[in-house]
Every structure is written in structure tokens, then in C-alpha cells.
């Protein structure tokens, strides 16, 4: 398994496989040895990529999936982003396009890009893809990147001009040949306005390639930036082609990243087109990110920016959310953060708090979305670990097997983290008190970044202050709740005709305490 802080991006092209579960099957020999990317490209006569790639995305959980060649005179720039945001929906934001460099490739970015863009109800374009008033989306997970797939000039310049990453397209050819053309991609960059980093550069190549070919591609990363290399493999390819690769080629393409990244010309997460740069908040260190939260942050200009700078009652215009996947991440957020104390921070579990506090103008968000766990630690006990940002509707199914239940609230909406540190008033509350009664333990993360557990037994003064104003001591990574049996439960509407609406308040306020 390669580490999380490997620099240089790895992709396996299974396009040219005839057997689909042996190509399934690689592609998650490449998740596990801690590939990037898997592409596949339609072949005539040959395996369908959307259908390869369907299956790979049930197959596997992190892998990037590379819908590749794709030709946009043989499928229309609106329905192949319909697809693309579809499958990256279901893979949970890991589709990447590429696209063959036909004449009018840069205009079909511009029509992908708007298709997705759902802030708009209706997309109108003129041109060789025209759209009278179509409907946008789906919104896809993540911001897609379009790759231009190809080695002429054309390719180049479109690339240069639109996309997000070129690959070149004829795996072992000649070095010199490859460094010629990458000359001509820096050139057309520059002519564009554009920084090189913004472009993913991608390189295939053959299965032979070993630790005799290091030293020449790992000039290609110093000298020419290359970002990412792709092994084209098939059923005839050595058993052991990925996981030599990885084991023998990766570790010194990694090192050469480091020295590229050094003299400014490697990045190690891709970095944002200028027009979404332009948009970024004065006083932030956006290129001070650390690497493993940049990966999923958002700002403004980001196609996922519109879902994520509001709150469920609140507008909000933040200059970056952050989007933690660890608890690692998290204890990096608080440290970023630190040094931002010049701007407003919000926390976020759900986004339903009233006040709004989980978002703001032109500040930090830490949105706890992903560190969304619900796990069973004593089934005897009844005692459950929920992460903060579950949704109760998740805690309520999650439980509902075992015949239990917690009281949370009334929407299943509504995340765990801002409830469970703040009381939580439900449907139970009467019988089985408020959701705060039933925690146990926290782990949190503080304000100077250290990491504590917090009980009855452990830091017992943090323990009393976070049931109930838990958001003003530290951020909450994990519950653990003591959960009750609860039977099925009846619901129902129950409406009152009061022609007397001021008797009839003061009388139900006086009957409630004696209700069931």
C-alpha cells in the first residue's frame, strides 16, 4: 500500500481487457496497492467503458474512475454529463473525463462544466452543441476534472486553453519525442494565462516499464511536471505488473516530485483554474493548506461551493469550508485555523442550528460531514459510537435492528454533532430524557490541536461542559451514547379547533405535563 503522502498519482488502464471481471478484478488490485486511478476507454468491438466502469464503482471504494476517449461527436457534451454526474454521484466523487481533441472539445468543457453547475435552472448555449433551455445536473459529488486525451498539437492547445489535465495517448513512445511535446504544452499554458499547475499531465505507459526506466521518467516530473502515470495492462500483462510498479518505480518518481515541488513547478494536489482563484478571500493562506485537506476542500468558484456556503436557515458567503475525512484532518483544520484567527470559524455537523454559526462571510468552516460512523461497541450494554456527522435519521435506522432507539430531535435531517453538545428535546424526551442524558464519552479535538477522551472517569469537568456547551470547548469526533429499548412507535397527526385560540394555549399548557 502506497502512503497517503505519495506525491505522484498512479492509474491502471484496463480498456484494452476482454474479460470484465478480470478487469474489475485488477482495478481492485490497484485500489489495494493504493492506485489513484482506473481508466477505461470503449474499444470497437471491445468491452463498453460506462459499463466497465459501472461495475468497477460497486466494486471498489476510493479509486478514481477515468471515463476515457471519449468522443463528443458520438455522445453530446449535455447527455455525457448527465452520465459522468450520475456515476460520480454513486461512486461518492471519483469520476474524471477525458475527451479526444476533436474540433470542438474546448466547447464541449464549457458545456460539461454548465451542465453541472445546478445553481442555474436552465442552460442555454449556442453553438455546435446547442442547448435551448436544458435542465442542469445531476450536481455531481466532486468539482470533475476533463482531461484532453491525445499527442498532436491540437490536443495540446485545447488542453492549454480549457481542460484541467492532458495525457498523452501512445504508451513507450520515445522520451524525446514526449519532452517536445511537453515544451509545446508549457508554451501553450503560458500563451493562455494559465499556470502550468493547474494542469494535470499524465503520462501511459507499457507494462514492461521497470527500475531500469526510473531515471528517464523521472525527468519528466522535474523537468516537465508530470503529475500522474498511468500502466496500460491486459490479460496478458505479468501477474505482478502493479505491484512491482508501485513497489520499485513509484518511491524514486515520489522523490523527484518532492525536488519539483520545491521550485514551484509541481503541485501536490491540483491546483484551481484562475477564474476560480480570482474569486478567493483576501487574508487566507489558500496555498498554505495542507495536502490531505486541500484534496476535499471548497471555495468560492467551486462547482460544490453553492451547496455547501449555506446552512439549512442561514445564508452564508464563507472564503473556504473545510471537509475533514479523518480525525487527523481535523486536529490539521484546528491548526489551520489557529492561524486564521483573524476571520470568523464555524463549525458544522448538519447545518441545522438556528442561530448560524455553522457558516459565515468570508471565514473558515469546518464541515464534519464525512466523519459520519455509526458503530455498535456492546451490544450487552446497548452502547453505540456515532460520529459527529451522522444524521439522526442514519442513528434511527442504524438501531432500529437491535430495538433500540435514542432520542434526537424531531428531523432525521439534522446532524448529531450540534445536537449531542447542545441538549436534544425529542419525541422521547419525556420518557427517556434529553440526548445528552445518554452520553458516555467523547473524543474531541482542542483548540491547540491536542487530541483528549473525555467521561465521568476522564477529564470529568470537559465531560460536564460539553453536555450542553460543547461547541465553545472543542470540536467532538466521536459519541458514545447508552442507547434504550424502544418498541414500535405509532404516529400520528392530531389537530385541535380552538375558537378561543388563548384558552385553548393555556389549557393545553396546563394538560401537557400530565400527558404520557
Request: net charge negative; hydrophobic share 40%.
Amino acid at each position: 500500500m502506497r502512503p497517503r503522502t505519495a506525491l505522484i498519482r498512479l492509474g491502471v488502464d484496463i480498456g484494452e481487457f476482454t474479460d470484465p471481471a478480470g478487469a474489475v478484478e485488477r482495478a481492485g488490485e490497484a485500489e489495494r496497492l493504493g492506485y489513484d486511478y482506473v481508466l477505461a476507454a470503449s474499444t470497437e468491438g471491445g468491452l463498453d467503458a460506462w459499463a466497465l466502469l459501472s461495475w468497477t464503482t460497486a466494486r471498489t471504494e476510493r479509486i478514481g474512475l477515468v471515463a476515457a476517449g471519449l468522443d463528443v461527436a458520438e455522445i453530446r457534451p449535455a447527455v455525457l454529463a448527465r452520465a459522468a454526474g450520475s456515476l460520480d454521484v454513486l461512486g461518492k466523487g471519483r469520476v474524471t473525463l477525458e475527451l479526444r481533441p476533436g474540433p470542438a472539445a474546448a466547447e464541449a468543457v464549457t458545456v460539461l462544466r454548465r451542465m453541472w453547475d445546478t445553481s442555474q435552472r436552465r442552460v442555454h448555449h449556442d453553438g455546435a452543441f446547442r442547448l435551448a433551455g436544458a435542465e442542469p445536473g445531476p450536481l455531481p459529488a466532486h468539482d470533475v476534472r476533463i482531461w484532453i486525451g491525445g499527442d498532436d498539437p491540437n490536443a495540446v492547445k485545447v488542453a492549454a486553453d480549457a481542460a484541467d489535465g492532458w495525457r498523452a495517448g501512445v504508451p513507450g513512445q520515445d522520451s524525446r519525442q514526449l519532452a517536445r511535446t511537453m515544451q509545446l504544452l508549457a508554451k501553450a499554458l503560458a500563451e493562455a494565462g494559465r499556470d502550468e499547475r493547474e494542469l494535470d499531465r499524465v503520462v501511459t505507459l507499457p507494462d514492461t516499464v521497470g527500475a531500469q526506466d526510473v531515471e528517464t521518467l523521472a525527468s519528466l516530473v522535474t523537468e516537465h511536471g508530470v503529475t500522474t502515470f498511468v500502466l496500460r495492462i491486459d490479460e496478458r500483462s505479468p501477474a505482478d505488473a502493479l505491484e512491482r510498479f508501485a513497489r520499485e518505480v513509484a518511491p524514486r518518481l515520489n522523490e523527484a516530485a518532492q525536488h519539483a515541488m520545491t521550485e514551484g513547478r509541481f503541485s501536490p494536489v491540483p491546483m484551481r483554474r484562475a477564474e476560480v482563484r480570482a474569486q478567493r478571500v483576501p487574508g487566507i493562506d489558500y496555498d498554505g493548506l495542507p495536502a490531505n485537506l486541500a484534496a476535499t476542500a471548497v471555495e468560492p468558484g467551486d462547482l460544490l461551493y453553492p451547496t455547501t456556503r449555506s446552512t439549512y436557515l442561514r445564508g452564508g458567503a464563507p472564503g473556504l469550508v473545510l471537509r475533514p475525512q479523518t480525525v487527523d484532518d481535523v486536529v490539521d483544520a484546528v491548526a489551520f485555523a489557529h492561524r486564521h484567527r483573524h476571520v470568523p470559524l464555524g463549525i458544522r455537523s448538519g447545518g441545522h442550528g438556528i442561530s448560524g454559526r455553522s457558516t459565515n462571510d468570508g471565514g473558515l468552516v469546518i464541515d464534519l460531514g464525512a466523519l459520519n460512523a455509526i458503530e455498535v461497541l456492546d451490544e450487552d450494554r446497548r452502547l453505540v459510537r456515532i460520529g459527529p456527522g451522522a444524521r439522526w435519521r442514519d442513528v434511527a435506522r442504524a438501531l432500529q435492528p437491535y430495538g433500540w432507539a435514542l432520542g434526537s430531535g424531531d428531523y432525521g435531517g439534522v446532524g448529531v454533532g450540534g445536537l449531542a453538545t447542545s441538549g436534544g428535546i425529542g419525541y422521547l424526551s419525556r420518557k427517556h430524557g434529553l440526548t445528552i442524558d445518554h452520553l458516555q464519552a467523547v473524543d474531541m479535538v482542542l483548540a491547540d490541536g491536542s487530541t483528549v477522551r473525555a467521561s465521568h472517569a476522564e477529564n470529568p469537568e470537559l465531560f460536564w461542559a460539553v453536555r450542553g456547551a460543547g461547541a465553545g470547548f472543542g470540536i467532538v469526533t466521536g459519541f458514545e451514547f447508552t442507547v434504550d429499548e424502544v418498541s414500535d412507535v405509532g404516529w400520528a397527526n392530531r389537530g385541535f379547533w380552538g375558537a378561543d385560540p388563548a384558552d385553548f394555549l393555556l389549557k393545553l399548557g396546563q394538560g401537557a405535563p400530565r400527558g404520557p
